[in-house]
């Protein structure tokens, strides 16, 4: 058994002890297991990559590398379309640039299809 456990990640409480492979939290019942706080550490920082690895933020311009036909529509953005103003997000699948395309409108496109302008 360790000298000091992990702060209760609900409540903050001191108080956490081991039961079994779990910690458990005395005041507010929550139970997590220890390797869940090494691997929140680092899955705050998520790090979206385009096509060719560089790494993307929010506000950036982006251009499109191949062509995309939108779903429901006729409508096809064309190879080197650009982008302005991208917001990353977790969207649905792999879907993770929420954005606005000149004529088509909002949408939200892969990061494997856009490379940095």
């Known amino acids: 058994m360790t000298d000091t456990l992990a702060l209760c990640p609900v409540c903050s409480s001191p108080y956490a002890y081991e039961m079994g492979a779990l910690l458990v939290c005395p005041e507010c019942g929550n139970e ?6 090494d691997d929140a550490a680092g899955a705050d920082v998520r790090v979206i990559k385009d096509a060719v690895g560089n790494v993307l933020a929010d ?10 036909k939108v779903k429901g529509s006729s409508t096809v953005i064309k190879v080197g379309t650009k982008v302005r103003g991208i917001r990353l997000m977790d969207g649905v699948g792999d ?23």
């Open 95 to 117: 879907h993770d640039i929420d954005c606005k395309v000149d004529g088509v409108g909002p949408m939200q496109l892969k990061s494997s299809v856009v490379k940095k302008a």
């Open 59 to 68: 506000g950036d311009t982006v251009t499109v590398i191949k062509d995309l």
């Open 32 to 37: 997590w297991s220890p390797e869940a706080d």
